[in-house]
């Protein structure tokens, strides 16, 4: 039995665009409640400034308050070296750092050029020195970009090498806006672990067009046993109103469950996990397990 | 280039359960521009009791008012030989006949057993014995019973030699209630297709669960080039209210054609038919490319 990793985003990638804040305590519950379900890692929050994003103001306090469990690792988003100083103050076990593979994409995102992007990791990188604080690189518009379109397998191997050479422990190939088709997964994924054997390899799908679960499936085949899903399928792109938005956790659970891969998550806790979601939000999430239930969830009969 | 051939059943498996009856007028209209658009093969409708499935009450004045394109099959849902003898008065070109594998999921969908069912087909063959109307044989909760649970594959086999014997000219494998997964679609269809490696064979999926696409990856993989597929995703299962229904035909074609399968598909044309039909049914339909624009779509770069 092949083992699987599944991380959790919904409360970063998922909370960063809903409408509305969403309480702290509601957010540790939640999180708490995702670390007993056996999730493998979960990206709490962002330490972004709360000026760009309201929705996640009150990242040091959701850290700080959460239950860690041993064997979960809690990561956390950082834009700068500001960032990082306040993951180490909360001890966070890893920080997220987000470069776009595309120039105009970074731009648009973080306001300045690639290159001015990878500088800052390098101080970033050389403050968490000695920390035991984990650095994990992602690359965002791996699959495609809205602005640019198509994307060089080049030009990522070339932005994985980056990292490395900064420290990053492990990668992640982001499909930022849904764009990757099962095929070109395969290829790049095939192609990164040529090169790099050994790399803890995530791979981060937003559902945007319906391709999401078919690109876990190929890069599976490919080599690639980490996912980043988030609860509900919540997240999205502002580029797709109405679209679905990352790959929904619980979907992606009871899918490898039922083709026999080995995974840590209680998938019953996770779905009524999902279920509080809902509650929270208090609107439907993409999911569809919720809705449809497991395969497993037999009707009874009757004759009317 | 593997050519791979789109069946589109919208008007059958997705009207029979719209809460509204679509005027026959838009029924034709929508189904002429199903056929401009390229579709290898598009079930029109059913004959069956207009008190049963009152939406499709018009199957005769829908199927004998369209434009037939040569190089479309126009195929009809048919329960008896009553219904073989109306699809032959409207000369349609294929009717597709509807078994069960699991015996419960029959006696509910037809109130009578699956052997009982067997016998009514070979009734049907005889009586359209020498009308050049060809058979194709549908095996409905081939991947999972909502009943039952899941399905034997030796009893899949059997059930598909059954048809053979009486003719059909095609199988359909369809996955009722979306519970198939990847990994059982490989192993069915290759074992299938090691038995009949000439049989035309289609998968017809649903979304219910999430794995619709990911599942038609699978087929492909195993040897299947023949898939039926929704406009917009229309369709559902009665035990998943909220769920997506049949996976999307122009998500479906959207990523074969990204992925460089050859199609006869004009994928624009099919996603200005897919918007009609939103605009038909006042709705919003689940398919995913609609909301989201194609991969090709770009969007202009203003900074502000």
């Known amino acids: 039995m092949q083992r699987i990793y599944i991380q959790e985003v919904a409360t970063r990638d998922g909370f960063q665009i809903e409408d509305q804040f969403v309480p702290t305590d509601q957010k540790i519950d939640l999180i708490n409640r995702m670390g007993s379900s056996g999730l493998d890692k979960i990206e709490v929050t962002s330490f972004v400034s709360p000026k760009a ?8 306090e959701v850290i700080e308050g959460i239950d860690r469990k041993p064997d979960v ?51 970033i990188a050389s403050f968490l020195s000695g920390t035991g604080i984990q650095i994990n690189g992602t690359l965002a518009t791996t699959f495609g970009c809205p602005f640019e379109g198509r994307i060089s397998e080049d030009r990522v ?3 994985i090498n980056e990292y490395l050479e900064l420290g990053a422990g492990g990668i992640t190939l982001a499909d930022t806006t849904g764009m990757g088709t099962p095929k070109q997964v395969y290829k790049l994924c095939e192609k990164v672990l040529t090169r790099w054997p050994n790399l803890p390899i995530t791979l981060h799908f937003h559902n945007t067009r319906g391709m999401g679960l078919a690109n876990v499936i190929e890069g599976i085949r490919a ?3 980490r996912f980043d899903a988030s609860l509900g399928g919540l997240g999205g792109c502002p580029f797709a109103p109405g679209a679905t938005g990352n790959i929904c956790t619980e979907d992606l659970v009871h899918m490898l469950a039922f083709m026999d891969y080995e995974m840590r998550v209680d998938l019953d806790q996770l779905i009524d996990t999902a279920k509080r979601l809902e509650t929270i939000l208090q609107r439907e999430v993409p999911g569809q397990i919720i809705k449809a239930g497991k ?7 009757s004759y009317s």
Chains 1, 2 share one sequence.
């Open 53 to 60: 994003v309201p929705n996640l103001k009150d990242a040091k």
């Open 223 to 225: 080599g690639v046993i």
């Open 157 to 159: 191997l070339t932005l």
């Open 73 to 123: 690792t809690y990561t956390t988003l950082i834009p700068n070296v500001k960032g990082a100083e306040q993951a180490a103050e909360c001890e966070a076990d890893e920080v997220n750092l987000v470069a776009s593979v595309s120039e105009t994409h970074n731009m648009k995102n973080v306001r300045r050029k690639v290159d001015e992007s990878f500088s800052d990791f390098k101080n």
């Open 295 to 301: 395969i497993t969830d037999l009707h009874s009969v």
